[in-house]
């Protein structure tokens, strides 16, 4: 696989991946990833995202319900 900014190999590693959103921030340290070689720009694929986004959908329900106590 070739990297979409500086065209070097992409070797099956993992990368860091953090959000900023409704109000909380998270990281993950390592999710699986394409990893530039040459830049260190990573790619995730499509599983890696959908669990991604399914573990920010949970908490942001989670986030909600918080809040609501507090109103």
Known sequence: ?????????MIRKTAPFGVDRHGYHMDWEAVPAWVCTQC??????????????????KLDHETTMLASKVA
């Open 1 to 9: 696989m070739e990297c979409l900014h500086c065209k070097g190999k």
């Open 40 to 57: 260190g720009g990573s790619l995730f694929e499509e599983h890696e995202v959908e669990y991604i986004q399914m573990a920010l959908r």
